[in-house]
Structures are given as structure tokens and as C-alpha cells.
């Protein structure tokens, strides 16, 4: 497998405008979500595992199927923008300490290990999925095959 190094000095303005349209659409999508799946904050943040689980399988699918082929500005806007407003660790990070502060220190580290386990096993899933949506063979399995 090749890796090229990038040569870019910097953030271009269509970057930084993809990356703000997206965080728009990225944090709409999760206030949404959040309302439609309220809890107290003394309890577990179902809504936010649910969109961190979301987020990984889609950036797991979305590299594996779509980086490739799409411009910089693009990947961006997808991944940091609206991937990274959707998805949110400081959130998963106080609803941690917000639980064991509570003394539910059981469920603190439940969210953890669910958090964390789902969220990798979502991207493994997005990433797996994305391979076999890309048409054509990989480029790493065509020339390992020369």
C-alpha cells in the first residue's frame, strides 16, 4: 500500500466553507436527534451513543467507499463537518463523569466499554460495507496480485 504525502500548506476558503456547512447540518441533525431521544443528564445518554454508533459506521463507509474518488474540500465537508458536529466525544465525556459524580460508577463504565465497542465495531461494519460498494478492486489487492 502507497501513501502520498500531502503537500497542502493549509486550509483553502472552500475547505473552511465546507467544513461550516457541514458542522450546520452536521449539529441540526444531532440537536434533532437528541430531542427526539431526551434523557436527564444523571442517566445513560442513549442519544449519544446512538450518534456516535451513526457516525462511525457512515465515516467508515464514506473512507472506504467514497475518499478515493472526491475532492479534498469534499472529504472535509463530509467527515469533520458534518461527521464531526454530528458525533461528539465531549458529550459521551460528560455524560461519563456526570454518571459517576452521580455514583453510578457501574454504568459509567458500561457507557464506556459500549461507547467505545460500538463505535469501533460500527466503523470496522462502515468500512467493510464501503470495500464492497467501491467498483473495481482496491488498489493495495490489484498490485499485490502482479
Known amino acids: 500500500m502507497t501513501v502520498q504525502a500531502s503537500k497542502r500548506q493549509g486550509a483553502s476558503p472552500r475547505d473552511l466553507a465546507a467544513v ?20 436527564d443528564p444523571d442517566e445513560f445518554a442513549l442519544s449519544t451513543l446512538i450518534v456516535n454508533v451513526i457516525g462511525s459506521f457512515v465515516l467508515g463507509l464514506l473512507v472506504a467507499a467514497l475518499w478515493p474518488r472526491v475532492p479534498g474540500w469534499v472529504r472535509v465537508g463530509l467527515g469533520p463537518g458534518i461527521l464531526g458536529s454530528f ?14 459524580q452521580g455514583g453510578e ?41 502482479e
Open 20 to 39: 461550516f456547512v457541514g458542522s450546520l447540518i452536521g449539529t441540526t441533525l444531532r440537536v434533532l436527534l437528541d430531542g427526539a431521544i431526551a434523557h
Open 105 to 145: 460508577i457501574v454504568l459509567a463504565i458500561v457507557s464506556i466499554v459500549v461507547s467505545i465497542g460500538l463505535g469501533m465495531l460500527s466503523a470496522w461494519a462502515g468500512l467493510a460495507l464501503g470495500a464492497r460498494l467501491r467498483p473495481g478492486q482496491p488498489p493495495e489487492i490489484a498490485e499485490a496480485q
Open 87 to 100: 458525533t461528539t466525544f465531549s458529550a459521551l465525556a460528560v455524560s461519563i463523569v456526570t454518571l459517576a
